[in-house]
């Protein structure tokens, strides 16, 4: 596995330390073409590391609240979603959700506008100017922001979405849950080499191009491996596992489930999004007391 | 378990009357626009057995559209090429695979997607409902051209055999193989997954979900504009096209699928002229429309239809 930089808990403290040097500086604009009656959808305007400038969709369900939230974290894709694609609008009716773009990503692209692939081994032989160093910091930044809000229930606090949600969630307090699907940063300088699909391919590439530089590659992976983080995580956590025979399948994730300190349920994909989501649907209900989740599922999923 | 898809659902698209008188028109002003293709090695993403390129042609308006174009490092004078639509949000990969299989592989950026954004760019969301009011400036005019002069490309590279052109996608890459696959009378073999783009109006009453959704959120900020609305994507409604197809085709759909409503899928494939065609359903998946099984059953088909010679 990639070792456990010995100056990991410095490197991320300076970070978190000169995040804090930035206020959030929030600017919060309502988007009436995406409120409804039942929830009402904000542009947010975020300071993070840098400084730079983030942009995140807010949306608040009417009424008096408190409520349970989810905090979708930046993905790794261009395009910032109000939800994730496919999920049911009604799910704003129940949660406080936020998404967030980071860095390179669309409504966040200025000055710094990110490549898919490429994203990922931008700086990647720097651990100190690393881009998901930056990254890292404005999702952090997101949940500092999420927890400021008075309509949330902080006692149901969701981070959800690939391993920056696990990451987020060890460095931040507050997240009560975290649903995360391992993808750039679970054992990468080992698992990379196994495979051809991008992202995981972008290491490949970039090692076949430079190949003199794959210590150094090692060495900035192991800030993010999150073997590294998951000691700190004490959140109640949904790990969303690969399919049996796939390259991060829950045998291969053991070891990461061996170093969580909070409970945790591993889920096998089923290689179908109606399976994956909907048991993901079920599961946040259930933590969050949710009763009726039928009645905010998608209509093919009820 | 969720109710149970209607097979024989209709849709409620009609065909405007001027369908191909509008489409014609389109097809004559993309005419006059020279493609310049440029072609440039991407040394960063090439390995041994795969060359990488960054692709740029002109569309519509003069847009400056982007692709990765693979090819296999070794390979016969002629080969055969596939043409890669990508999705709603999806940033267009680097279609390696395709090459290791032996084919030369297109994966286009139509206009407002990463890399083509510079002069077109409203964003997401929002390019579904962009001049929603006007089809002669509706957002998929000039997108549905961009992804169709991909086969121009294709068609003007030396190494492609131009009797051997497949189109595949999934999701809104589906429903622009639907399209292309209409329009574009050199395609051989087609493969379109959970399509979308096929009966809009239909999708965002099955459906709450992003994109559909950007439609209902207009809808209620301008309950007035139905009618232009529902004029308007009728123009570009996958259902509309399928008459135009003669290509063997296959169409994948999940019957859980909650971004493009199965219905819609079975809507279609009744509409798809061509004889040669077959429908696979998913029962137990969503928008994946069961990829994992299917993407088997594309790559025999593609290998049936284009990797032999003729």
């Known amino acids: 596995m990639d070792q456990r930089p010995g100056d990991f808990e410095q490197y991320w403290q300076q970070t978190l330390d000169a995040l804090a040097g930035y206020p959030a500086c929030p600017e919060i604009d309502v988007l009436p073409l995406r409120s409804t009656d039942f929830a009402?959808?904000?542009?947010?305007?975020?300071?993070?590391?840098?400084?730079?400038?983030?942009?995140?969709?807010?949306?608040?369900?009417?009424?008096?609240?408190?409520?349970?939230?989810?905090?979708?974290?930046?993905k790794y894709q261009s395009v910032l979603e109000i939800i994730p694609q496919g999920t049911a609008n009604l799910q704003r009716s129940r949660y406080i959700t936020f998404a967030l773009a980071g860095r390179g990503q669309r409504n966040a692209d200025t000055p710094y506008a990110a490549m898919f692939p490429g994203l990922l081994t931008d700086d990647i032989d720097q651990a100190a100017s690393y881009i998901f160093r930056g990254i890292v910091a404005d999702s952090v930044r997101g949940l500092q922001f999420l927890l400021t809000r008075r309509e949330l229930d902080p006692r149901r606090v969701l981070v959800v979405g690939n391993d920056m949600a696990l990451i987020t969630a060890a460095l931040q307090p507050g997240a009560t849950h975290v649903v995360t699907a391992p993808t750039l940063f679970y054992n990468t300088a080992e698992l990379a080499p196994r495979t051809q699909a991008y992202p995981l391919e972008e290491v490949n590439d970039y090692l076949r191009a430079f190949p003199d530089r794959v210590e150094a590659v090692r060495r900035t992976l192991a800030y993010y491996d999150l073997r590294a983080f998951a000691p700190r995580l004490s959140a109640t956590t949904l790990l969303m596992a690969g399919a049996p025979g796939t390259l991060l399948d829950a045998p291969a994730l053991g070891p990461l489930v061996t170093a969580l300190r909070g409970q945790v349920t591993v889920?096998?994909?089923?290689?179908?999004?109606y399976k994956d989501g909907l048991y993901v649907e079920q599961w946040m209900a259930a933590q969050c007391?949710?009763?009726?989740?039928?009645?905010?599922?998608?209509?093919?999923?009820? | 378990m969720p109710k149970a898809v209607a097979v024989d659902y209709q849709s409620m698209v009609k065909k405007p009357a001027d369908f191909d008188a509008f489409w014609d028109g389109v097809l004559q002003q993309a005419a006059a626009v020279p493609l310049e293709p440029e072609m440039t090695p991407d040394p960063l993403r090439t390995s041994e057995d795969v060359e990488v390129f960054q692709v740029f042609y002109t569309s519509l308006e003069h847009v400056r559209i982007a692709a990765w174009y693979c090819r296999p490092t070794r390979r016969a004078e002629r080969i055969?090429?596939?043409l890669l639509l990508p999705g709603y949000q999806a940033d267009p990969p680097i279609p390696k695979e395709w090459a290791l299989k032996g084919y030369g592989a297109l994966s286009v950026a139509p206009r407002g997607k990463l890399r083509s954004n510079r002069q077109f760019n409203p964003g997401y969301p929002n390019l579904l409902t962009y001049n929603i009011m006007d089809r002669h400036t509706y957002t998929y005019r000039g997108f549905y051209v961009d992804s169709w002069r991909g086969i121009d490309f294709l068609l003007a590279r030396p190494e492609v055999d131009p009797t051997r052109l497949g189109v595949t996608g999934s999701s809104q890459g589906g429903g622009l193989t639907i399209t292309t696959a209409a329009m574009r009378s050199e395609i051989r073999a087609a493969a379109a997954g959970a399509p979308y783009l096929c009966g809009f109006m239909d999708a965002m009453a099955l459906t709450h979900t992003y994109p559909y959704e950007e439609i209902n959120d207009f809808l209620r900020a301008h309950p007035d504009r139905r009618r232009a609305v529902e004029e308007t994507v009728a123009y570009f409604d996958?259902?509309?096209?399928?008459?135009?197809?003669?290509?063997?085709?296959i169409v994948n759909i999940g019957l859980q699928d909650n971004v493009c409503p199965p219905e819609t899928g079975y809507a279609l494939f009744n509409r798809i002229r061509a004889t040669d065609k077959?429908?696979?359903?998913?029962?137990?998946?969503?928008?994946?429309?069961?990829?994992?099984?299917?993407?088997?059953?594309v790559d025999r088909f593609f290998a049936q239809h284009l990797l032999s010679e003729r």
Not at chain 1, 42 to 71: K, Q
Not at chain 2, 238 to 249: H, Q, R, S, V
């Open chain 2, 238 to 249: 996958g259902i509309n096209f399928a008459d135009k197809i003669t290509c063997p085709i």
């Open chain 2, 278 to 297: 077959q429908l696979y359903t998913y029962d137990g998946h969503g928008h994946d429309a069961g990829r994992y099984k299917h993407n088997a059953i």
């Open chain 1, 289 to 302: 007391g949710i009763t009726d989740v039928h009645n905010i599922l998608p209509e093919h999923w009820r």
């Open chain 1, 267 to 273: 889920y096998a994909s089923e290689q179908s999004n």
């Open chain 1, 40 to 74: 009402t959808l904000y542009g947010v305007r975020l300071t993070s590391l840098g400084p730079y400038r983030l942009f995140g969709y807010l949306s608040l369900p009417t009424g008096p609240g408190p409520f349970p939230a989810i905090y979708y974290v930046p």
């Open chain 2, 80 to 82: 055969p090429a596939v």
